[in-house]
Nanobody, 117 residues
Framework: QVQLVESGGGLVQPGGSLRLSCAAS????????MGWYRQAPGKQRELVAT???????NYADSVKGRFTISRDNAKNTVYLQMNSLKIEDTAVYYC???????????WGQGTQVTVSS
């Protein structure tokens, strides 16, 4: 059974930082492309960042230079370090695991990030 469990969300003031974690089980974590997506109220889910097994990363333009995705294959965990948070970063953040060949994918349950003064 595949499980992706996110943690680290919360309430933070504009300009603050948060680090999200996603612990995976039930998959061969090291070969999966891992990603973070987010969905704000009334909006579609959108890509935030991805990291492939080799470590190459990709970011949405809106978070470049502020967010950093990383992975620890020994801990089966992917992280999202979010700095200089803006009000528009408020959303539910979801972890995603995608097999690079079969393209099968899994979602976590999401963690709420609220940026507010």
């Amino acid at each position: 059974q595949v499980q992706l469990v996110e943690s680290g969300g919360g309430l933070v003031q504009p300009g603050g930082s948060l680090r999200l974690s996603c612990a995976a089980s039930g998959i061969i974590f090291s070969i999966y492309t891992m990603g973070w997506y987010r969905q704000a109220p009334g909006k579609q889910r959108e890509l935030v960042a991805t990291i492939i097994s080799g470590g190459s990363t990709n970011y949405a333009d809106s978070v470049k230079g502020r967010f950093t995705i990383s992975r620890d294959n020994a801990k089966n965990t992917v992280y999202l370090q979010m700095n200089s948070l803006k009000i528009e970063d408020t959303a539910v953040y979801y972890c995603n695991a995608r097999h690079p060949i079969s393209r099968s994918y899994y979602w976590g349950q999401g963690t709420q990030v609220t940026v507010s003064s």
